[in-house]
């Protein structure tokens, strides 16, 4: 299998930084929601020592997929389908990259703004903010809800797809040879 793509199907690093990204962003999204509902501020702070680092990763594979893209390796050609799809297709993918970096801003001025991270990798002397009074925590936990609300879209299209239309499009983005 190619690293770069090719007219018919995704390359190797293509479909790794996909798949890494699609795990990050679901763990991201478990941790998220579940910090949210936890009252214990220590396990909360446990959950959040995942979540931060998680955070960092899916940023740095997020700038490593937008440099693939621009400098390294071209999409295959797009298969036959409506226009409206197409361009469904090609809105969802902008959104993905714009909400992931918006949501590791607002993570960041969070963390910033709370002062949160001691406490969040260990530092037991001082207690936990409440996330809610700072400013870019609705904007972060709406992006985590637009977020699902793509991810639930992309898989569903790709499903759709791969069983009933049969037309091989998930099997573009997949570590196989055909």
């Known amino acids: 299998m190619p690293l770069r793509s090719t007219d018919s199907r995704y390359g190797v690093v293509a479909i790794a930084l996909h798949w890494a ?3 990050l962003i679901l763990a991201l999204v478990v941790t998220g929601l ?3 509902g936890m009252s ?3 396990a909360k702070a446990a959950v959040l020592s995942l979540h931060l680092p998680l955070g960092v990763a899916i940023f740095l594979l997020t ?3 937008l440099i693939w893209w621009a400098k390294a390796d071209r ?3 797009s298969i036959a389908m409506p226009r409206w799809q197409d361009r469904a297709s090609r809105l969802v993918h902008l959104l993905f990259y714009i909400i992931i970096l918006g949501m590791v801003a ?3 001025a969070i963390v910033a703004l709370s002062g949160a991270a001691p406490i969040i990798f260990g ?3 001082v207690s936990l903010p409440d996330f809610h009074e700072f400013g870019p925590r ?3 936990g709406f992006g985590a809800r637009i977020l699902i609300a793509l991810f639930v879209l992309h898989a569903g299209a790709a499903l759709h797809h791969h069983f009933v239309k049969r037309d091989r499009l998930l099997a573009r983005m997949w570590f196989s040879k055909t």
């Open 34 to 36: 579940r910090a949210d």
């Open 106 to 108: 607002s993570g960041i």
């Open 75 to 77: 999409k295959p050609k």
């Open 138 to 140: 609705a904007p972060h």
């Open 123 to 125: 530092d037991s002397s």
């Open 40 to 42: 214990d501020v220590e």
């Open 63 to 65: 700038l490593g997929r």
């Open 21 to 23: 990204s699609a795990l």
